[in-house]
């Protein structure tokens, strides 16, 4: 704004400059020169301007006036005796006075008094001639008629005026109108240079009321008729035997003029620049004039100058602000406006955007602009983020397996038809789990993070790390994963008969068939291998962190398949096992790792118990107590009975028998589950050998089914367990064993 009102203020104080400057030029030119150096320009009160002059030298040839001082004011005379009234360059004009004829009578036929003196002296230069244009022989009288008798060149010519009037009233509704009735006037030739007046009557039959005739060429504007005129000799005294005429002037004796109004060298007599010639009107020769847009005298050297037109607004008219230029004037319609202010049309420009919409307009490109910048930013940081994570999402790519499918959101999407709700199959500490159908039919498991941080981003990476090295029968098998989105995605393959926890305690629609002692058996066994796997990997050692019956997924056929790693953390084979606690889920959760916050592969050990113990009490980690209702913790009650040795009433009825066989070996399993159980790692088992305790017990157990069972064989197999409690094992008991195999070979789909 400021620098916009400081070059307003600059153009303001230009103009001002521009338009004051010929101003002054313009007060100097009043007193301009109309003469040539040196000569004087006034006489009296008169401007005598070149080629006119007063002295010799000052004036051009023919051109020559006298100025007589002695009368007050002094009088500039032309000729011998005829005075002149003004002086005009611009017309080629001068008036002087001329005299008026008349002829008196004191009746009809006497006359008095009469004066006619030719008008002759103006031709002597032949640079006057009677204006044509500005003149009228004028004849006053009621009984007149006057001659003009005049030179033409080397002719002659003659004219007349006749004027009547029967009174004087007859006259007066003629209103000053030259017309006849009193008044007679004619307009004369051009060229004329000389005119005498002579009378035609011989008398005046008017003499009574109007005794004088009155005849004069004289300027035409200058002359009002009145009746005043007739009266006596009221018009001769009124105006002292003077009435003006207009003489054209012209420059006679130099050619004629060859280029109208333009400089032209060819003229000599036009001696000022920015002056031009043109032929005059009235007889031979040229007249010299300043050309449009200057002003002066043309006649002397620079006696042309520029008029500053917008010092007379009322003859170059401008609605605006006008600018004087040299031989013209410039007008600048005003703000908002535009057109030709010359002619007064300056008309609004029709406003596109008014300010407020311009405010407007601005301000909302300002915005757009700013929150394209910060969209921009904002589009660049996510990119790069996306870049950055794609580019770490490769590393892992190349660090997994090449058999591990690599999906696109686009499948994934499809698969799971967008996500919908009754797709869910789970829902974990990690995120969703769903399921979807892949192209080929195929039925997979798709685990979705919640959102994903730099923490939980590594550890779904570790997910993927582990499990693209895992490839064991007994654990979830995991078919790809999708990285493209910020929340990656892991698609397993789909185990379709649910948890072991659903199959022991409720929710499974299977929960209402028995679960042959066999099968719980071959679960444990194949969870039992699959944790043994993990952790004994060679290349790193796994721990699974959060073993727990809803953590083994149970296929068609109830096999067991170990799941959620989520927790898993790695370790290098050498070092201490020890790895910070991520988590645990209550009732599994190991005691000595409550203490120290760290967890190890005892603590899946611990945790693996608790499973055992679950699937030979089908009771939950934390139960509820059948008689009192209240909460209890199946690890420790669990220990309490088995060292009164009142486990059996624990035991899942379902599985209890008469059998002592059967009852062994769950004696034997609970005491394997115990042994886990121990509150220090260090007294526990490895998964190794819990694993293989399991497998000799499973083969027992399906030896009795085979009715082939040895005593000895019996013995000598309880008696590698470490356990020393074979003493106490009770005798099997073959009829219910029957029934339970019954059972496990009817084993729901
Ligand atoms: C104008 O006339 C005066 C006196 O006649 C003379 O002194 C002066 O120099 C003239 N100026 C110009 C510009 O001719
Ligand atoms: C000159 O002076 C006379 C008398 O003072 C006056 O009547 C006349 O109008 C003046 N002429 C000019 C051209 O000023
Ligand atoms: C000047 O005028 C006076 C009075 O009108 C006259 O007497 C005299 O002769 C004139 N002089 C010239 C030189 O015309
Ligand atoms: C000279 O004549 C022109 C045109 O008739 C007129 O506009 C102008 O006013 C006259 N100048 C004088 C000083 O009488
Ligand atoms: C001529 O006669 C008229 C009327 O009788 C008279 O008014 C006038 O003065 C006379 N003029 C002369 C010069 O005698
Ligand atoms: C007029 O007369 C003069 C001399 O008497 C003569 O030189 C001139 O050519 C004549 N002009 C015309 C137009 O007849
Ligand atoms: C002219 O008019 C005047 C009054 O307006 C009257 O007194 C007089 O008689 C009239 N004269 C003639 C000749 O009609
Ligand atoms: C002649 O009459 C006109 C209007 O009718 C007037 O403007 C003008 O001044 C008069 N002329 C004289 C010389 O009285
Ligand atoms: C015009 O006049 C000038 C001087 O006044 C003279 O030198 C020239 O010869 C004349 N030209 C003609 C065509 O008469
Ligand atoms: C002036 O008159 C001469 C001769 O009649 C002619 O040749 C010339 O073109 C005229 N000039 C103009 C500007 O009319
Ligand atoms: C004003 O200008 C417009 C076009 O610019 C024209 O149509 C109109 O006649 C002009 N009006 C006048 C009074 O000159």
Redesign the pocket.
């Given at each position: 704004m400021a620098p916009m009102r400081r070059l307003q203020c600059f153009l303001f104080l230009t103009l001002t400059l521009i338009s004051l400057l010929p101003a002054a030029a313009l007060a100097a030119s009043t007193t301009f020169n109309m003469s040539l150096p040196g000569c004087p320009n006034k006489c009296g009160n008169i401007t005598i301007p070149y080629p006119f002059g007063t002295r010799p030298g000052c004036y051009r040839p023919g051109f020559d006036i006298t100025c007589n001082e002695s009368t007050t004011p002094a009088k500039a005379i032309m000729g011998t005796n005829i005075e002149v009234l003004d002086f005009n360059i611009t017309s080629a004009e001068i008036r002087v006075l001329n005299f008026i004829g008349y002829v008196c009578y004191n009746q009809n036929s006497q006359q008095n008094d009469t004066w006619s003196t030719p008008f002759s002296n103006i031709g002597e230069t032949k640079t006057y001639l009677f204006s044509h244009r500005r003149n009228k022989f004028t004849v006053i009288g009621c009984y007149s008629l006057a001659y003009i008798n005049g030179a033409q060149g080397n002719g002659s010519y003659s004219s007349g005026c006749a004027s009547f009037c029967q009174s004087l009233n007859s006259t007066t509704g003629n209103g000053g109108s030259c017309n006849g009735l009193g008044c007679c006037q004619t307009a004369i030739p051009a060229g004329l240079s000389y005119y005498e007046v002579s009378w035609g009557f011989n008398g005046n039959q008017a003499w009574s009321f109007n005794p004088c005739s009155y005849a004069a060429l004289m300027q035409e504007d200058w002359y009002n008729f009145t009746v005043d005129d007739l009266v006596g000799n009221g018009f001769y005294e009124r105006n002292q035997n003077n009435v003006p005429i207009v003489l054209d002037w012209a420059i006679r004796?130099?050619?004629t003029c060859l280029a109208s109004h333009v400089e032209s060298s060819a003229s000599?007599a036009c001696q000022s620049i920015h002056s031009g010639c043109d032929n005059t009107t009235n007889g031979d020769g040229y007249i010299c004039k300043c050309l449009q847009g200057y002003e002066g005298n043309p006649y002397v050297p620079n006696g042309c100058t520029d008029i500053n037109e917008c010092n007379i607004p009322n003859q170059y008219p401008c609605t605006g602000t006008c600018v004087n230029i040299e031989g013209n004037y410039e007008c600048l319609c005003p703000k908002g406006t535009r057109g030709d202010g010359k002619a007064g049309n300056c008309t609004k420009i029709p406003e596109n955007f008014p300010y407020p919409a311009k405010v407007a307009i601005g301000c909302i490109l300002g915005v757009a602009v700013l929150v394209g910048i910060c969209f921009l930013a904002i589009w660049h940081k996510q990119r790069r983020r996306y870049i950055k994570e794609k580019d770490e999402y490769k590393k892992y790519y190349e660090m997994m397996d090449n058999h591990l499918r690599v999906f696109g959101t686009k499948q994934i999407e499809i698969a799971t038809n967008n996500f919908d709700e009754n797709h869910i199959i789970g829902v974990g500490g990690h995120g969703k789990v769903y399921k979807g159908l892949l192209e080929n039919n195929m039925a997979v498991a798709i685990k979705k993070s919640k959102e994903i941080d730099e923490v939980q981003r590594g550890e779904f990476v570790n997910e993927i790390i582990l499990l693209s090295h895992i490839n064991h029968k007994n654990i979830v098998r995991l078919i790809g994963c999708c990285l493209e989105v910020q929340i990656p995605m892991l698609v397993y393959e789909y185990v379709p008969n649910g948890t072991l926890f659903d199959l022991l305690h409720g929710k499974s629609k299977n929960r209402n068939r028995p679960i042959s002692l066999g099968t719980r058996l071959r679960i444990a066994v194949e969870s039992a291998e699959a944790l043994d796997y993990l952790h004994s990997s060679i290349t790193h050692s796994i721990l699974h962190g959060d073993v727990k019956s809803a953590n083994i997924l149970l296929d068609d056929e109830y096999h067991a398949k170990v799941s959620d790693f989520g927790a898993s953390n790695l370790l290098p084979v050498d070092d201490a096992q020890i790895v910070e606690l991520v988590q645990g889920t209550r009732g599994y959760l190991d005691p000595e790792c409550l203490c120290t916050q760290i967890i190890t592969k005892k603590s899946d050990v611990y945790s693996f118990g608790v499973v055992i113990l679950e699937l030979i009490t089908r009771k939950k980690a934390i139960y509820a107590d059948n008689e009192t209702g209240e909460k209890k913790h199946l690890a420790s009650c669990f220990i309490s009975r088995l060292s009164k040795n009142k486990i059996h009433d624990m035991w899942d009825v379902e599985i209890v028998t008469n059998d002592e066989k059967v009852n062994l070996v769950l004696q034997e399993i609970s005491e394997l589950a115990v042994q886990c159980l121990s509150v220090r790692g260090d007294d526990r088992p490895t998964m190794k050998q819990v694993a293989e305790e399991l497998q000799k017990l499973l083969r027992f157990h399906t030896s009795l089914s085979s009715w082939q069972i040895d005593p000895e064989e019996t013995d000598s197999l309880l008696s590698e367990t470490k356990f020393d409690s074979v003493s106490d094992t009770p005798a099997f008991h073959s009829t219910n064993y029957m029934k339970v195999l019954e059972i496990d070979t009817e084993a729901p789909r």
């Open positions: 004796e130099n050619g000599p």
